[in-house]
């Protein structure tokens, strides 16, 4: 403990001695923590290509100073992404850390943004309460409550009374559950099981067989982006689709990253989310078209997040000709910019995103799968929060 706070008040120090040295640099270092490798790889890989599109476009300069992005890859391990996080902002005085691809690994660097008084930008990760952790945390991402209770409004009024549902068993999934079964329940639905898989290397099977004999109208799924595929594979190999339960999921689990690879089982799936490769406005046509030619790869909402939040630091950046800490927090609250996703607001007083969230289904369109958005819920603020 006492060793922790020794060392804690050391990065104070060291943070005092990189303000300085930032006043006077003509660089300034932005660094990005990223699974890279692991099971959350393709989260890395998404943001990654995105912040190299950012950079390409933008010219690498902001606050008339040059932006050097160093990549770090934390492997989707906590105590890595903690270490990480300390050097960037003591060895490599960066002006904001960003990234962060899982809850756990963004709740791990909360403390560490705090001490350093450097600014975090949360480009990924989507448990409500993490903007809570730490008062130098923005969020670019989204949150589970903002999807869940999209799609928990549309249910019911669709023909689905009984639900079952299933998430993945950690911060995020927890959020999904307990908004998506609140307000299906509010809006007169029955909740008929809530089940549960491990975050790592989960065997949908055995709750599959529940939910095949709960018999309900419909499953509701959250599962991290990554798993989106496997699980699409075997509720369709378990003939859940066959025996007449509808999927109905959080954009996550139809995930432009992986939607093209899932085959017809996913025709016609119902989902919530902010962003779709699909969405119809003229920014994010050039986005996309911009980015497969750069990645030969469709973006997803990583991407986007990971867009956006370059774009945040970078307006940051422009107010404050270039100085980083308190200053460059005081700039990104606020902000209001059209993305690719639509229009987003970083609200000032909780560092959340406000942002449109889309009901979509499932399309087959020359040949691709795409999530094809059909209603929108405008400007909706977390639900998750109190205040
Ligand atoms: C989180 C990770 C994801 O891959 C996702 O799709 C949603 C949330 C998270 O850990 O917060």
Redesign the pocket.
């Known amino acids: 403990m006492l060793n922790r706070r020794l060392h804690l008040m050391a990065l104070a120090a060291a943070t005092l001695a990189a303000g300085a040295a930032q006043a006077q640099s003509d660089t300034v270092k932005i660094g990005v923590i990223l699974p890279m490798t692991g099971p ?1 790889a393709s ?1 890395g890989k998404q943001i990654d290509a995105a912040i190299k599109l950012f950079m390409a476009q933008s010219g690498g300069k902001a606050g008339g100073k040059k932006v050097e992005v160093i990549v770090k890859d934390d492997n989707g391990t906590a105590n890595l992404t903690a270490r990480m996080a300390q050097e960037l902002i003591v060895n490599d005085k960066v002006v904001a850390i960003a990234g962060f ?3 756990p690994l ?1 709740l791990t660097a909360a403390p560490i943004a705090t001490q350093g008084k450097t600014p975090m930008v949360v480009m ?4 409500s309460a993490i903007t809570e952790a730490s008062p130098y945390i923005v969020r670019t991402s989204f949150t ?1 409550p903002q999807a869940a209770v999209s799609i928990a409004e549309w249910a019911p009024k669709h023909g689905i009374k009984k639900v079952a549902t299933l998430v993945a068993d ?3 999934g927890n959020d999904a559950e307990k908004f998506f079964v609140d307000r299906f329940l509010l809006n007169g639905g029955q909740v008929l099981e809530k089940l549960r898989t491990p975050l790592r290397g989960a065997d949908f099977a055995p709750v599959l067989q529940k939910v095949r004999d709960a018999k309900p109208d419909a499953l509701f799924v959250f599962l ?3 798993q989106g595929a496997q699980f699409m594979k075997q509720f369709g190999e378990r003939g859940l689709d066959k025996a007449g339960i509808k999927l109905i999921a959080t954009g ?1 689990v139809t995930d432009d990253d992986q939607l093209n690879d899932m085959g017809d089982v996913a025709l016609g799936v119902v989902n919530s989310h902010h962003y779709s490769a699909a969405h119809p406005s003229a920014m994010n046509k050039k986005f996309v078209a911009d980015f497969e030619a750069m990645n030969k790869f469709r973006p997803n909402f990583m991407a986007v997040g990971g867009y956006d939040g370059m774009r945040l630091i970078f307006k940051g950046l422009d107010a404050t000709k270039g100085a980083g800490g308190d200053a460059l927090l005081a700039a990104m609250k606020g902000q209001l910019f059209e993305s690719p996703r639509g229009q987003i607001l970083i609200d000032a007083q909780t560092r959340d995103i406000v942002q449109d969230i889309y009901i979509r289904k499932v399309e087959k369109k020359d040949g691709q799968l795409w999530n094809i958005e059909f209603d929108v819920q405008k400007a909706v603020k977390d639900p998750g929060k109190t205040k």
């Open positions: 959350s989260t691809g899982l809850t963004a990924a990760a989507a448990t589970l950690y911060g995020p991290p982006s990554g996550d």
